[in-house]
Structure formats: C-alpha cells, structure tokens
C-alpha cells in the first residue's frame, strides 16, 4: 500500500502538470500529494540557517528553509524537520533518523560539508593567508577523497534501512563565488576559484554515493548561477560579522529561489 501511495505521489506530480495547461483539477492533484510522509534531514543548509524565521532551537530550523517551504506547499500528511545546524554525518545517524519509518514516503538531506571542514576552510581564508587558505582547501579535498565516502555510506545505508520505500533526494551545494565578480575586496580571485572547486569537488564525491545507493541528487548549482557572492544578487551571505554564523549560507531568497526548485524538479 505505502508503495502505491509513492507511485500516486509521483503521479499527481505529473498530473499537476499537466492539468495546469488546461487549467482544470489542481485540487484533486493535492489531494494525492497530501498523503505523502516526508521527513527532512541534514546539516544548516537544509535547516535553513541563514533564512531567518527560526524555532528557537540550538538546530536553527527555518519556516523559509526548503523542507517547511515544500510542506506548506504540499500538505503532506506529515512533515518530520529533523535537519539541524552544524550536523555532521554522525549526527544524522546518532540523532536524526528517528523520525523515518516504514511509512516515510519522501526523505530529503543535505550533509557532507561539515564533515569536510566547511567552516573551518571559510574561517582560515578569510582571516589568514592565501598560501594558508588554499593549503586547507587541499586538505579538505582529501579528506573528501579519502573518508567522507565511507561517512555517507553510512548515514545512506541507515536511511535505506529505517525507510525502505522512501525515494530520497539529496540536495547539494553551490559554488559561493562568482568569479570576476563585483567583490573589490576580501578574498583573492584565487582563493574564490579554490573555494569553489572545492565545493565542484564535494558535490561531484556526494553525487556518486547518492547515485550508487539508488538515491536523486540535486544539484543547485544551477539554480543559485548569477546569485552567489560577488554577483550583485547574491543568495548566499558573505561575511557577516554581526551574525556570524549566517555567513556563507543561503539567504530566503536562496532557500525558495535555489534549493526548492530542484527539490520539486528531483520529484
């Protein structure tokens, strides 16, 4: 049963569309949608740090993070906000996956980029040099190489296992700068170009896992193109010194402009 409920999940997505040419049956497309169980997983990027309009919990949960944007605007029958600020893929197995059962239609994650030190990189770069910055984007290319495969493997496995019907999607991450862009100061255009190879890097390394265990990725790379930093119209907080742990994540405009979409687009 929850596999037909799956397959009328996917299919009234279909339909929706194509009732919007013709303009008629929008409400019995909802209806179908509405029996999904979604629950959403992950790091800060998919708690919505950096969006404004939190919980008020240590997780930084935002009502304009992508999981609550999509629930609003499909209704499921239930939405499990499990994603909190700063996981790492440990956390998601050791405290996340509580909210998947056998009943979970839709999982949604992104995680991966503490693990590799994303904070630590963007910390090291904006306050020390060049040569220091691009030695510890190497590192965390290696370590991306070399252990966060193993790391993702885990967290997928556990997924597959706590909701074996479940289609999920992993979303990704964007590059952060655009590069000849109109920053006139801050990072070096090297640095930026590091900084967003290494991202190219983590997304390509996520991607493969995800493929691999059956799962869609996203990738927002798209999406957030002529809105990353330095672009005039960015999606993405640069360095803000009043709230710094907003810096580097995506704004609002982020979340509903460049995760949701691909989320809707994957299912």
Same mark, same amino acid.
């Given at each position: 049963?929850?596999?037909?409920?799956?397959?009328?999940?996917?299919?009234?997505?279909?339909?929706?569309?194509?009732?919007?040419?013709?303009?008629?049956?929008?409400?019995?497309?909802?209806?179908?949608?509405?029996?999904?169980?979604? =629950?959403? +997983? &992950?790091?800060?990027?998919?708690?919505?740090? #950096?969006? %404004?309009?939190?919980? !008020?919990? *240590?997780? @930084?949960?935002?009502?304009?993070?992508?999981?609550?944007?999509?629930?609003?605007?499909?209704?499921?029958?239930?939405?499990?906000?499990?994603?909190?600020?700063?996981?790492?893929?440990?956390?998601?197995?050791?405290?996340?996956?509580?909210?998947?059962?056998?009943?979970?239609?839709?999982?949604?994650?992104?995680?991966?980029?503490?693990?590799?030190?994303?904070?630590?990189?963007?910390?090291?770069?904006?306050?020390?040099?060049?040569?220091?910055?691009?030695?510890?984007?190497?590192?965390?290319?290696?370590?991306?190489?070399?252990?966060?495969?193993?790391?993702?493997?885990?967290?997928?496995?556990?997924?597959?296992?706590?909701?074996?019907?479940?289609?999920? =999607?992993? +979303? &990704?991450?964007?590059?952060?700068?655009?590069? #000849?862009? %109109?920053?006139?100061? !801050?990072? *070096?255009? @090297?640095?930026?170009?590091?900084?967003?190879?290494?991202?190219?890097?983590?997304?390509?390394?996520?991607?493969?896992?995800?493929?691999?265990?059956?799962?869609?990725?996203?990738?927002?790379?798209?999406?957030?193109?002529?809105?990353?930093?330095?672009?005039?119209?960015?999606?993405?907080?640069?360095?803000?010194?009043?709230?710094?742990?907003?810096?580097?994540?995506?704004?609002?405009?982020?979340?509903?402009?460049?995760?949701?979409?691909?989320?809707?687009?994957?299912?």
């Amino acid at each position: 049963m929850k596999m037909s409920r799956l397959v009328a999940f996917s299919s009234s997505l279909l339909l929706g569309a194509a009732l919007a040419l013709t303009g008629a049956g929008v409400a019995s497309a909802d209806s179908s949608a509405a029996a999904v169980d979604y =629950v959403a +997983l &992950g790091d800060s990027y998919s708690s919505g740090v #950096g969006a %404004g309009s939190y919980d !008020g919990s *240590s997780c @930084k949960r935002s009502s304009r993070a992508y999981p609550a944007l999509w629930a609003a605007a499909n209704s499921p029958s239930s939405f499990g906000f499990a994603a909190c600020s700063g996981a790492r893929t440990g956390d998601v197995t050791g405290s996340q996956l509580g909210k998947l059962n056998a009943s979970t239609d839709l999982v949604s994650i992104s995680i991966g980029g503490n693990d590799a030190g994303f904070a630590d990189v963007m910390t090291t770069c904006v306050l020390q040099s060049e040569a220091t910055c691009l030695n510890r984007i190497a590192t965390a290319r290696a370590y991306v190489d070399s252990t966060l495969p193993g790391r993702l493997d885990s967290v997928y496995t556990a997924i597959r296992s706590k909701a074996p019907s479940a289609r999920v =999607v992993v +979303l &990704g991450y964007p590059r952060f700068y655009q590069l #000849g862009g %109109g920053c006139l100061a !801050g990072l *070096s255009e @090297k640095e930026r170009s590091a900084i967003n190879g290494a991202s190219d890097h983590l997304n390509t390394a996520t991607a493969k896992r995800a493929a691999d265990h059956g799962f869609t990725f996203g990738d927002v790379r798209t999406t957030f193109t002529g809105h990353e930093i330095c672009s005039g119209n960015a999606w993405l907080h640069s360095v803000n010194w009043l709230n710094i742990g907003e810096s580097y994540h995506p704004t609002a405009a982020g979340q509903s402009g460049g995760y949701l979409p691909v989320l809707n687009s994957a299912l």
